[in-house]
């Protein structure tokens, strides 16, 4: 709009390209119809600004195309451009985002005026906001691609909503405690951060370890829990022994906990020594590789 006024006051010659080109000028100066209408003469304004060409530069560009040009006149040229609607850029966040349950409100967006083209905003541009406001209003970069394949910056301050069910410890939530699914329960939020993983349910979180205590009522991340350990310490265990070709199979007590993979310690309880083990199954499952005979006496 600004370059539109601008253009008027001035009598300039619009352009919407980043160069001004022969049937721009033969506008105003009909010496250059000669020239193929989309050939390049020079750089045009800025969005929203003008460039003055004078008599000189004028017939210089002329005679650099075999033309002889006499200007009677400067040429005044004004880059096309445009304040961005409200519409516009709404719809150009919902596309971005891609999120339908989600409310976008918008508070502010850049005044500036920019050329026509792509109005983008990228989801790298969003500022997130704080965990503890995860509806604050923050800002949003985004941009103007223009078909020459220039970026012209833009952004726009909005405040998010996404409402969302998120799974809250029903009473507090002692670290290294396995969770009991009765402990856990649904809520209903009406606003969660954007890039929040919400999909943990009370089925999947039942039976997992809390890496930190989490207070009651306080929302759980999947990133916060671990597998329980398929062999706990003090549990008794099958062990299959294996040394000199002889394989058998007997119970011990393990004096480590872990998970399958992991090595953990394990006690013959017939003569008290122990033995490394890596564990193998769920529970009660852990293999003897080497070492001492099992059925050797505690010296």
């Not at 979180?205 to 990133?223: D, E, F, L, N, V």
């Amino acid at each position: 709009m600004m370059a539109m006024v601008l253009a008027a006051a001035l009598g300039c010659v619009e352009v919407d390209a980043d160069r001004i080109t022969a049937g721009d000028l033969a506008r105003a100066v009909p010496a250059f119809s000669a020239l193929a209408a989309q050939t390049p003469l020079a750089y045009a304004p800025a969005p929203g600004s003008k460039r003055v060409l004078g008599r000189g530069e004028l017939n210089r560009l002329g005679a650099r195309h075999g033309l002889a040009v006499s200007a009677a006149a400067e040429v005044c040229v004004a880059r096309k451009a445009r304040r961005l609607d409200r519409q516009a850029v709404l719809e150009a966040l919902r596309a971005s985002l891609s999120r339908p349950e989600a409310s976008i409100e918008l508070a502010e967006w850049s005044a500036f005026p920019v050329p026509a083209g792509r109005l983008e905003f990228p989801r790298s541009g969003l500022r997130p906001p704080p965990a503890a406001d995860p509806s604050r209003a923050v800002l949003w970069h985004g941009s103007v691609r223009t078909a020459e394949g220039r970026s012209y910056p833009v952004w726009a301050r909005v405040k998010i909503t996404v409402p969302c069910t998120r799974l809250v410890a029903a009473e507090t939530l002692p670290a290294g405690r396995p969770i009991q699914a009765e402990q856990l329960a649904e809520q209903r939020f009406e606003s969660c951060l954007l890039e929040e993983d919400l999909s943990l349910r009370a089925a999947e979180a039942a039976g997992k370890i809390p890496k930190r205590t989490i207070r009651q009522g306080g929302a759980i991340s999947r990133a916060w829990l671990e597998p329980a350990p398929e062999v706990e310490r003090g549990q008794t265990v099958q062990v299959e022994v294996v040394y000199g070709g002889v394989r058998l199979t007997t119970t011990a007590r393990a004096e480590s906990s872990g998970r399958t993979g992991q090595q953990v310690q394990v006690k013959n309880l017939e003569n008290g020594r122990l033995y490394r083990a890596t564990v193998t199954g769920k529970s009660t499952v852990a293999t003897i590789r080497r070492g001492f005979p099992w059925n050797s006496a505690q010296r």
